[in-house]
């Protein structure tokens, strides 16, 4: 639920048409069955009702103000037809208990819960501004840093929501709230952990609620990985192809994977390459075309695996203000365990200052491609064949030594003091092929020789392997890109209780 501005008008870092949903429009008329909550009523001998904000299929969000701190907040509350169904009642206060476990700025707050005449409720913080749905319905694509931006912000919540075990599933731009603070200032807020899913490791209280199952599908279909609408069990990487997929639609203001009807959009989803985003916004710098491609790639295990790693993979292209953002993401994951591997060489390279990152054309010096992080399938190939490898050198080692010393005029291996004197003409040898490699070719110099620039704490690119992109799919067959699908289609939720 979206709870739009009291004061459309003063929208100091928006453009005046952006302002809130109905701005242009009257407020709602309260549903009828809704009584306890209608203007003027008190909820809870404290929240005064002022006016409905939001309305949906089973909820409904009026704003109201806290009678003695004079503070407003949100109520959301379930209509009546809704209540006949307890899963759909167990999820809503399951997603308060979600919502009030992320200590974030960036996710939606959760002060109170209750229930009135067998109706529960939740009180949440008021939000004042718009999502970034209507935002691009309004302002089309965003520029680049002003849309990385919003990301990260994005992942510093979702990091928050990862480290308390809670996997989102629903990421869209209308559950991106651009909220005014003040002073003029915006922050995005995640709306809608009603869908959320807690990983195994996570349950409430140490209970599995058994809310979602692992054959349940839910989410928005144009923003669903290949595991979700597969009904796999999901993860954080799930989240991850949803900030890709949000992070090309600001871009672009189309999504990567498209279809004329359901079974076109799964098609593409699970078996296609996405719409080329330079065929969409040509200006887009091919780095970060590279770290959508990686977001949504359709084996999990080839995406970025976790929040922290795809933001970091951002800091080219993130303004400055939003650095230190990036670091702090890292730390909430590292926190929990979680390994979060190095940026690539060619992220630190572009994040040094002076360097053509915005430049479509990619990497400006040094190799010139653009390395994706290797995935954690190939760090083991790599480690298996380096260790075949070794051992390999170590029976050819070992068969020399068994062999003895060469015959004379060997080159290699210096002569003893009991060899009859060698001809002057001989005696120059040239430096022997055996001397050891420099320190400057050697690998573990080659890795730290590479600049850093404000990698994330506790972590080092030296030693960490360097993988060549993975080939993408042949485009071949792919159609062209086409319009924005019409928001009746694209905001349906799978969701077999709605």
Known sequence: MVTPSPNPAHTPDLDESVAGRGSSTEPPEPPAEAAAFAPGKIVAGKYRVERVV???????????????????VAIKYLRPKALTKPIVVARFMREARLAARIQSDHAVRVYDVGEIEGAPYMVMEYLEGTDLGRLLKIAGPLPTERAVDYILQACEGLAEAHAAGIVHRDLKPDNLFLAKKSGGASVVKILDFGISKLTEKATESGRNTKLTKETDKFGTPHYMSPEQLRAKEVDARADVWGVGVVLYELLADKVPFDGDDMPELVTAILTMPPIPLASVVPAVPDGISRVIETCVAKDREDRFGNIAELAQELRPFAPQSSHARIDHIAEITREKGTFVRPPTED????????????????????????????????WRNGLLAFAAVAVLGAVAFGVVQARGPSAAGSSVTAAPSSTPVVPASAAAPS????????????????ASSAPVASAAPSSSAAGSPTVKPRAGKPSSGRPAASAKPKPSDRDSVINPFE
């Open 347 to 378: 992220s630190m390279r572009l994040s040094l200052p002076g360097t053509d990152r915005m430049s479509s054309g990619g990497v400006a010096s040094g190799s010139g491609v653009h390395r994706m992080p290797a995935s954690r399938s190939s």
């Open 431 to 446: 430096a022997a092929p055996s001397a050891a490699p420099s320190a400057a070719t050697r690998p573990e110099a080659l």
């Open 54 to 72: 939001g309305e949906g299929g089973l909820g409904v969000v009026v704003a109201a103000r806290h009678v003695q701190l004079d503070q407003w």
